[in-house]
T-cell receptor, first 116, second 117 residues
Framework: AQKITQTQPGMFVQEKEAVTLDCTYD???????LFWYKQPSSGEMIFLIY??????QNATEGRYSLNFQKARKSANLVISASQLGDSAMYFC?????????????FGAGTRLFVKA | GAVVSQHPSRVICKSGTSVKIECRSL??????MFWYRQFPKQSLMLMAT?????????EQGVEKDKFLINHASLTLSTLTVTSAHPEDSSFYIC?????????????FGSGTRLTVV
């Protein structure tokens, strides 16, 4: 079964508008962490934002915010005021306890296109 | 801060040869380093987790003898693809977790594109 699901393979957004990238997850571990990463065409992975399963408030980092709905097991990324440089692949990831420590698994990704 | 250097960024090798990829944390000590593989237009697949001074933990389906991981120090982990074949061609990315930061993001290297001809 898919542990991390990103249902949007591709998204378009107009420059300066906000966009929400969906992510749902599945785990039986009460303690877990959720991450969003950006991967530009150059290939490097850039950490954007983190949400812990026990965090009471939604995480925010500049133009990025994470809409964490624990009961629904969703952790959507909201990018406000989109910029052309936001065009990239975005990955949702979950870290959970595994044999020997932690393991992080990634969703399939969503490719975001920002239009001028 | 928190920079991870991965080298080389691109390598082409002949089938049957071995290739070593280095992942180095430049300004912090990495408790744990991870190696991922990414096929074109696909997500990252965790290959193995390595802790300094101990044997790497490989994910199911990853051949230990083919993908040798060494984590000799708190700042360096290496992945050696042994007897490479064209199907090993892929994008390999390492990431490192800063020592003492259990609840924060990992820092990724810039990746290595391996082409086996």
């Amino acid at each position: 079964a898919q542990k991390i699901t990103q249902t949007q393979p591709g998204m378009f957004v107009q420059e300066k508008e906000a966009v929400t990238l969906d992510c749902t997850y599945d785990t039986s571990d009460p303690s877990y962490g959720l991450f969003w990463y950006k991967q530009p065409s150059s290939g490097e992975m850039i950490f954007l934002i983190y949400q812990g399963s026990y965090d009471q408030q939604n995480a925010t980092e500049g133009r990025y915010s994470l809409n964490f709905q624990k009961a629904r097991k969703s952790a959507n990324l909201v990018i406000s005021a989109s910029q052309l440089g936001d065009s990239a692949m975005y990955f949702c990831a979950m870290r959970e306890v595994s044999t020997g420590g932690f393991k992080t698994i990634f969703g399939a990704g969503t490719r975001l296109f920002v239009k001028a | 801060g928190a920079v991870v250097s991965q080298h080389p960024s691109r390598v082409i090798c002949k089938s049957g040869t071995s290739v070593k990829i280095e992942c180095r944390s430049l300004d912090f000590q990495a408790t744990t380093m991870f190696w991922y593989r990414q096929f074109p237009k696909q997500s990252l697949m965790l290959m193995a987790t390595s802790n300094e001074g101990s044997k790497a933990t490989y994910e199911q389906g990853v051949e230990k003898d083919k993908f040798l991981i060494n984590h000799a120090s708190l700042t360096l982990s290496t992945l050696t693809v042994t007897s490479a074949h064209p199907e090993d061609s892929s994008f390999y990315i390492c990431s490192a977790q800063r020592r003492g930061t259990a609840n924060y993001g990992y820092t990724f290297g810039s990746g290595t594109r391996l082409t086996v001809v």
